[in-house]
């Protein structure tokens, strides 16, 4: 079974939300919607994601997936970034709406793992998605150690 690869790149110059902004429910809201929207209509823009999107119609893409997440800051400056998780899991929500993964909850997906990327003028979130198998996606669920 040949698995799947995709890489959504949002453009350049969103606002990337991250944990230590205080920001108002309604402006950050607002930041939320446009990444959102972002990865949707990335989506729709890679030629890859755009035939995989036909071709599973009305179903999702992938059933299973691992997604890396990295983060291009504008800055060389030292950052930590599991910080940005506000601005990937809007994209992540992006995918959904999109209909690359049916959910975005533990049963579907593995991460985001979050890293840190090469410096993009303006700032840029990246998502390397990876189709898993079933049993690929099981091997990452936490099992309970077995009592003594």
């Known amino acids: 079974m040949l698995l799947r690869r995709f890489t959504i790149t949002l453009p350049a110059g969103l606002f ?3 944990e230590n902004q205080k920001l108002h429910y309604r402006v950050r809201s607002g930041h939320v919607k446009a990444l959102r929207s972002a990865a949707m209509e990335q989506c729709s823009e890679d030629a890859a994601m755009r035939a995989a999107l036909a071709e599973a119609n ?13 983060v291009h800051l504008g800055t060389r400056r030292l950052f930590d970034p599991a ?3 506000p601005s990937f899991k809007a994209t992540i929500d ?14 579907r997906l593995i991460g985001p ?8 003028k303006g700032g840029q979130l990246a998502l390397h998605i990876q189709e898993l ?9 936490w099992q309970e150690a077995a009592a003594s």
Not at 62 to 67: F, P, V
Not at 96 to 106: F, P, S
Not at 113 to 120: L, T
């Open 16 to 18: 990337l939300l991250n």
């Open 58 to 70: 009305p179903g999702p893409v992938l059933e299973h997936a691992y997604i890396l997440g990295v």
């Open 83 to 85: 910080n940005f998780y």
């Open 94 to 107: 992006g995918l959904v709406d999109a209909g690359v993964l049916e959910d975005d909850n533990h049963t």
């Open 113 to 120: 793992d979050m890293r840190m990327g090469p410096v993009a």
């Open 133 to 141: 198998t079933p049993e690929q996606h099981a091997a990452f669920v």
